[in-house]
């Protein structure tokens, strides 16, 4: 049973910084790609970074990149997302989640990874 624990979420104003971990437990952390989804009130959840198993490869979505970093450190089974310059429209309840096969995250909604974790929210205030 893999278990996947957000933290690090709060209320924040805009322009702040927050970074977000997830402490993976149950499995070998470093057999699983690693994806972070958010969803906002009245919106369907969305892709926003992925890192593969060793690290080398790193996806974002164009709404997040240049100022989300996903990264992870297999030591630890967590895996991060530092999200700086952030906005209003980033307000959202946000998820990490875990598949053996990154295109289980990479290509959502049309297949799905096959763990996540139960979310923590980021409010930011403009």
């Known amino acids: 049973q893999v278990q996947l624990e957000e933290s690090g979420g709060g209320l924040v104003q805009a322009g702040d910084s927050l970074r977000l971990s997830c402490v993976v437990s149950?499995?070998?952390?470093?057999?699983?790609?690693m994806g972070w989804f958010r969803q906002a009130p009245g919106k369907g959840r969305e892709f926003v970074a992925a890192?593969?198993?060793?690290?080398?490869?790193?996806y974002y979505a164009d709404s997040v990149k240049g100022r989300f970093t996903v990264s992870r450190d297999n030591a630890k089974n967590t895996v991060y997302l530092q999200m700086n310059s952030l906005k209003s429209e980033d307000t959202a309840g946000y998820y990490c989640?875990?598949?053996?096969?990154?295109?289980?995250?990479?290509?959502?909604?049309?297949?799905?990874?096959?763990?996540w974790g139960q979310g923590t929210q980021v409010t930011v205030s403009s």
């Open positions: 890192i593969s198993r060793t690290g080398d490869s790193r």
């Open positions: 989640a875990g598949d053996r096969n990154l295109y289980n995250i990479l290509r959502t909604p049309t297949l799905q990874p096959s763990h």
């Open positions: 149950g499995r070998t952390f470093s057999d699983y790609a």
